[in-house]
């Protein structure tokens, strides 16, 4: 099984990254040639093995339900490309 | 060269305490050694010397004060990893997408270690995103190995390591996700410790693999390492993966290992390691060190960890699945880059990521999606967790019946050729064969310099724990620094 040109701007198209003609083909080699190491998992017997959530088998980690100081408008406002009056501007959606 | 920049933190701590030098001229001197090495080396991307200066002000002031019940790192200069956020000062995680980004926060370990009075010099060069094991694939150039400066220092650390092998700065923050503390120090002769998961907060730091990363120091000795350990290791609310474990006192550890010695100690020895293929003089000197911990009355003993063959590919498939969902915060909205003349939002995410990524993260980000994506999930992702939990058992089943401390080697060669390994994502993947599968395991363990080649490049050991035992492994890696005559940084130090 090997990646074709239509996945690998399937693949691009749900990581939400432009990618351009010219790049396809390094990139489908790239890709092959990892996902073909990848696969030497499928000749392991992993029969009623549990998948890991956690390498401690810790489990979920809760405190009180508090108040507490967050960022202030100033420093959310301090790394946008795009603010204005209270809100991250971006491209008209509708 | 100031003899300031060679000194031990013990030795700093002294010469602080005694009046032989102040904070500010410990800081002076490690600044002087950056800028005057920092063009030929580039493991600094932000040198950070006006807050530096101020830091180090006010720590001689508190020394001042409070003499010997000052924290033991204050007045201390350290460098971090760009990968840790810093309150004022730019972290870019070695990414154009981060250019310019000035965290409002500090990460969790700079909080700790600022509340001890140690002084941030500046922030690491590093593999984009921690994605590298070479420190070639940084937005800012490649970071250069003090040994040998047409030789990469190994990554994704590399900064670290080297601003701590030349002298830039006495320990660095860095973080391991697959081997990115050990591998570096190796490749530069310096220390390096991976943790524990979850035994130092990783609040604040650039998430690459979240059930994987994991900070911790490189030094250039044991002792300096176990010291920096020990001031940022705990539990923190901030990060619900810390654990709640007591934190051993290192140093008394180390000298209890010291006094007692290693009769009675197993030492277990992988035979599925030998099955790769690794540089000749990497192996004899393994050999080398195997005859060492004989000698220092150790008991070495033949284990089995089946599935090894497995746990580069099982962690790859986790790795970039995580990658690709942590990484899809970067959008272009909040903070970072974001493209221009765009005229629609789903057009602005796709040009934002195509221009502010490097060639490999936007590969990872993309396989990772993959593994993810419907019809292949079970097939790699869940089969990938499936192994994991074998390789996690293998290790349980090793300190539960045979050994107590593992050892390995770190890389299967020492430092590779700048641009040697970039042509195929694959090849640079296999450098990491040794290193992985204590991430995949959430193991501590930690590479000490172990010798040189015959052309004059550093060699490290690896020494596995079980969890939360990094006592243990401090402690005979203690031993082995003693009776491995290896002079850490003098050549690097008379090279510049």
Redesign the interface.
Same mark, same amino acid.
């Given at each position: 099984m090997s990646?074709k040109d239509e996945e @690998?701007l399937h =693949?691009?198209r749900? #990581?939400?990254? &432009? @990618?351009s003609e010219e790049e396809i083909p390094r990139?489908k080699k /790239?890709?092959n &040639? =990892?996902?073909e190491?990848?696969n #030497?998992? #499928? #000749?392991?017997s992993?029969r009623g @093995?549990?998948?890991?959530?956690? @390498?401690?088998g810790?489990v979920n +980690?809760f405190?009180d339900d508090l108040v507490r100081e967050s960022?202030t408008l100033e420093?959310?406002e301090?790394? +946008?490309? /795009?603010f204005n009056s209270n809100g991250?501007r =971006?491209?008209? =959606?509708l | 060269m100031s003899k300031l920049v060679s000194l031990s933190l013990v030795e700093m701590r002294e010469g602080l305490l005694r009046g032989d030098f102040s904070a500010l001229e410990l800081c002076d001197a490690h600044i002087e050694r950056i800028e005057a090495t920092n063009a030929a080396l580039n493991s600094f991307i932000t040198i950070s010397s006006e807050s530096a200066r101020a830091a180090a002000a006010a720590a001689d002031k508190r020394i001042a004060e409070e003499k010997d019940r000052s924290p033991m790192l204050c007045g201390i200069p350290y460098s971090a990893k760009d990968m840790l956020v810093s309150e004022g000062i730019e972290t870019t995680c070695g990414s154009k997408m981060l250019s310019g980004f000035i965290s409002p926060y500090n990460c969790t370990v700079l909080e700790r270690l600022e509340e001890n009075g140690a002084v941030l010099l500046g922030k690491n060069n590093m593999d984009e995103f921690a994605m590298g094991s070479s420190s070639e694939r940084s937005s800012y150039g490649a970071v250069r190995n003090p040994w040998d400066l047409d030789r990469v220092p190994g990554g994704s650390s590399g900064g670290s390591a080297v601003a701590v092998s030349s002298g830039q700065s006495p320990f660095s923050l860095g973080t391991d996700t697959g081997g990115s503390i050990r591998q570096p120090a190796a490749f530069t002769g310096a220390v390096g410790l991976k943790p524990t998961y979850g035994r130092v907060s990783r609040y604040g730091a650039v998430a690459y693999a979240s059930s994987f990363d994991q900070i911790g120091p490189l030094g250039r000795s044991v002792e300096d390492v176990a010291s920096v350990l020990q001031a940022i290791a705990g539990k923190d609310e901030l990060d619900a993966t810390s654990m709640d474990v007591p934190v051993d006192s290192y140093l008394e550890s180390i000298e209890r290992m010291a006094d007692e010695g290693l009769a009675g100690l197993k030492i277990g020895v992988p035979r599925e390691y030998f099955s790769f293929s690794v540089d000749e003089e990497i192996d004899a000197n393994l050999k080398g060190q195997i005859a060492a911990l004989e000698n220092l009355g150790a008991e070495l003993v033949d284990i089995s960890l089946p599935h090894t063959e497995h746990a580069l590919a099982s962690y790859y498939v986790l790795v970039l699945a995580e990658a690709s969902s942590n990484l899809a915060r970067y959008d272009g909205v909040r903070f970072g880059h974001r493209a221009e003349s765009v005229s629609s939002l789903e057009e602005m995410y796709c040009r934002t990521r195509a221009e502010g990524f490097g060639t490999e993260v936007k590969r990872r980000i993309m396989m990772g999606s993959y593994v993810l994506s419907a019809g292949y999930f079970d097939a790699y992702y869940v089969k990938a967790q499936q192994v994991r939990t074998l390789v996690i058992s293998d290790f349980k089943a090793a300190f539960a019946n045979d050994c107590d401390v593992i050892l390995a080697p770190v890389s299967p060669t020492p430092a590779f050729g700048i641009g040697e390994k970039t042509a195929s994502s694959l090849e640079m993947y296999l450098t990491d064969i040794f290193t992985v599968p204590v991430n995949l395991a959430g193991l501590p363990a930690i590479s000490i310099p172990s010798g040189l080649t015959k052309s004059g490049l550093p060699i490290g050991v690896q020494l596995i724990g079980s969890a939360f035992q990094e006592g243990q492994i401090l402690g005979v890696a203690k031993a082995l620094e003693q009776s491995n005559t290896f002079a850490n940084n003098e050549k690097t130090q008379q090279a510049f």
């Open positions: 990646l @690998v =693949v691009a749900l #990581s939400a990254i &432009e @990618v990139l /790239d890709l &040639e =990892v996902l190491y990848m #030497s998992l #499928s #000749s392991v992993t @093995v549990r998948p890991t959530s956690h @390498v401690h810790a +980690a405190r960022l420093q959310t301090s790394n +946008a490309p /795009d991250f =971006v491209p008209k =959606v | -």
